[in-house]
């Protein structure tokens, strides 16, 4: 584990005392024999994930977590059981999604932590929920692993998103049991986990009845759920646990067989403090007073495996799967630690050649199971790194390895500078940046920059130099030896010293042209949604409906639309 105590929440060890609960750092990493909020229970082909939200175990803070409500740290754990899930459980083929108690499924996002949390915080997790719920569904769509939501009691907000997040949902039906999204009338803001989008995208609700539902504190329950689809089914509370088996194992059956044993995910072992993060391929360096960090990602060491067994014996150390592990735990550092870090000096170092072969082994053997996850976890992350409010800029030097899955990196960044030097840097693309890896749109990062032609003309396993790189569209800049540190020290400096409102919005709009999908309707909505509603007076003003929730006065609202 990182060099913290055994709980994912709070400082690392040598760390001076935080002066306020908001400035302990939080940690990612976890596993099942730490869970607080959630147990994983396996009997092959199913799998349960039963929710029992600990009321005195809150992240950080000391809001109760009543009625199975979450906070960050219930949901860190419900991502890292997906994720075990997945690499740790290849026997499983459904899970069921349930509470461990009774008459309550899950109140959703607590409402005193998002009351009590910056705005920075309330809108990073948000998208950390966010990410949570697709990657469900990116196991049930790449995995062969199904999800029935059993939904055992009152579902309301972000718990009936999780519900959403689910391939089928299961209600039962005991005359009180409903699923809501109260939102809107309750705390003056809306489902921002993907409730609405979900409910009309995926479930295929008509408008108005889903305008009357998100109006609707109280919910909908039994045969009108059904009716309107906001749920698959419903069951007596008698036959509620025969039938919920009966799906599960229904859903089990659609899926692949996978030949284990699973490859068991091991402790990263980092370090993290005040000034940076350290792992053994990723390295996180933060100039605190100018508002920038120096992301720097390792090439592997040495030969990588090249056959699925080979990669399956190597296990959570294979390099394309440790070092995005490793990635993953530094976005997430940066988005809740490092909230006034506003530019990401992205590198690599390591030979290039290397990176191509493990790209060429995890495409001849992409049917293998653990292949396959390897390969969708190097997207998940790299969707992350999509999805961070940071601005990222690529610095292709001497020593660089951008090529194949790391040269996605460069095509991520929101800018690439490339050194022009006599045998300087090149950049090469590999069968990985040609869909293996695509983005929320649906589409490959160079396919996505491509928009206007020319992707055509690219020739996949060609060492471009900077000034190839540059006529072929693959970088922005290239300078030479004399501009190549003024350029880059300036373009750095002129982008921290931009409005970071105006660039988080700037560059969500540009980060994902062509088609618009489900998943960036979410994220675009989330954007604008929280960035705008999550500030205004009516709620979280004096008066506002989340900051009064609870207490007896009612909130006073600002009439005017805007």
């Not at 840097?425 to 749109?441: C, E, K, Q």
Request: proline fraction near 5%; charge should be negative; glycine fraction near 8%.
């Amino acid at each position: 584990m990182l060099d913290s105590p055994p709980a994912p929440r709070v400082a690392s060890k040598g760390m001076e005392p935080a002066a306020s609960a908001a400035a302990v750092p939080v940690r990612f990493e976890t596993d099942p024999a730490r869970y607080v909020h959630w147990r994983l229970e396996i009997d092959p082909p199913l799998g349960r994930l039963v929710m029992d939200v600990k009321e005195d175990r809150p992240l950080r803070g000391d809001y109760p977590l009543k009625l199975n409500s979450y906070d960050l740290g219930v949901d860190l754990e419900l991502a890292d059981a997906v994720l075990r899930l997945r690499f740790e459980h290849p026997e499983v083929r459904a899970v069921v999604v349930t509470s461990g108690r009774d008459r309550v499924f899950s109140s959703g996002a607590n409402i005193y932590m998002l009351g009590s949390s910056t705005h920075s915080f309330k809108v990073n997790f948000c998208k950390y929920t966010n990410e949570t719920r697709l990657a469900i569904e990116d196991a049930s769509a790449h995995s062969g692993l199904k999800f029935l939501a059993a939904v055992n009691g009152a579902c309301a907000g972000g718990g009936y998103e999780l519900a959403l997040a689910c391939d089928e949902i299961l209600l039962v039906d005991d005359a009180s049991s409903a699923v809501s999204l109260p939102e809107v009338p309750l705390l003056g803001v809306l489902p921002g986990t993907g409730g609405l989008t979900r409910v009309v995208d995926k479930r295929k609700v008509r408008r108005d009845l889903a305008d009357v539902f998100a109006s609707l504190g109280e919910g909908v329950k039994g045969k009108r759920a059904v009716q309107w689809r906001l749920v698959d089914e419903t069951a007596p509370l008698s036959k509620f646990a025969a039938r919920t088996e009966e799906r599960a194992r229904a859903l089990a059956a659609l899926g692949p067989e996978k030949a284990g044993p699973g490859i068991a995910l091991a402790p990263l072992g980092g370090t993290w403090r005040e000034d940076g993060l350290d792992h053994r391929y990723v390295t996180l360096r933060l100039d605190a007073a100018e508002r920038t960090a120096r992301l720097t990602i390792l090439g592997p060491e040495g030969d990588e495996p090249v056959t699925a067994a080979a990669m399956r014996a190597r296990g959570s150390d294979l390099w394309a799967l440790r070092a995005f592990r490793e990635l993953d735990d530094a976005l997430l550092d940066l988005r809740f630690n490092r909230p006034e870090i506003g530019v990401v000096v992205v590198q690599t170092r390591g030979e290039a050649a290397r990176v191509l072969a493990v790209d060429a082994a995890l495409e001849a053997a992409k049917d293998d199971w653990f292949v396959s996850e390897v390969r969708h976890h190097v997207k998940r992350v790299l969707k992350r790194l999509d999805l961070t409010a940071r601005t990222f800029l690529a610095v292709i030097d001497e020593g660089s390895c951008f090529a194949g899955s790391l040269f996605e990196l460069a095509l991520a960044a929101d800018r690439a500078y490339m050194l022009a030097a006599q045998n300087g840097p090149r950049v090469t693309a590999s069968a990985m940046n040609l869909g293996p890896l695509p983005m929320s749109n649906g589409l490959s990062r160079l396919a996505t920059r491509f928009l206007g032609g020319g992707l055509d003309a690219l020739e996949p396993g060609r060492a471009y130099d900077a000034e190839e790189a540059l006529a072929a569209g693959l970088v922005t800049f290239a300078p030479d030896e004399i501009d190549w540190e003024d350029e880059v020290r300036l373009a750095v400096e002129e982008r921290a010293s931009v409005s970071p409102d105006a660039l988080t919005g700037m560059e969500a709009n540009l980060r994902f042209a062509g088609p618009e999908t489900m998943e960036t309707k979410i994220f675009g909505r989330l954007s604008a949604w929280q960035n705008w509603i999550f500030q205004r007076p009516n709620a979280v003003g004096e008066k506002g409906a989340l900051t009064l929730y609870g207490k007896p006065e009612r909130a006073r609202f600002t009439w005017t639309r805007t």
